[in-house]
């Protein structure tokens, strides 16, 4: 069963938009911290973005004041707003649920989607 699967990426110019989603209906939503990690080629995973359960948010200081990351636990959705991008943005994005139980971590990762930067 798929737990988790992003969608949205493809080719954008710098300066562009591009909003990316994660769907995870196999997993009970609202108890997972979601996040959005990026790797690029030759580059280890990165964490971009992550919201809370009670919708508290970070980012990674290259992102902060242009990517949005959002929740919605009814449809289990989370979103990824990525606006000004730049050609360093360039990389495959996953979306990842993260759980702590007993201090085991529980982990769902996507496949994820590319996003190219370029002109």
């Known amino acids: 069963q798929v737990q988790v699967v992003e969608s949205g990426g493809g080719l954008v110019q710098p300066g562009g938009s591009l909003r990316l989603s994660c769907a995870a209906p196999?997993?009970?939503?609202?108890?997972?911290?979601m996040r959005w990690y990026r790797q690029a080629p030759g580059n280890q995973r990165e964490l971009v973005a992550s919201?809370?359960?009670?919708?508290?948010?970070d980012y990674t200081n290259s992102v902060k004041g242009r990517f949005t990351i959002s929740r919605d636990n009814a449809k289990k959705m989370v979103y990824l707003q990525m606006n000004s991008l730049k050609p360093e943005d360039t990389a495959a994005y996953y979306c990842?649920?993260?759980?702590?139980?007993?201090?085991?971590?529980?982990?769902?990762w996507g496949q994820g989607t590319q996003v190219t930067v370029s002109s």
């Open positions: 990842n649920a993260h759980r702590t139980v007993f201090d085991n971590p529980i982990d769902y």
């Open positions: 196999g997993i009970t939503f609202s108890v997972y911290e």
């Open positions: 919201i809370s359960r009670a919708n508290s948010t």
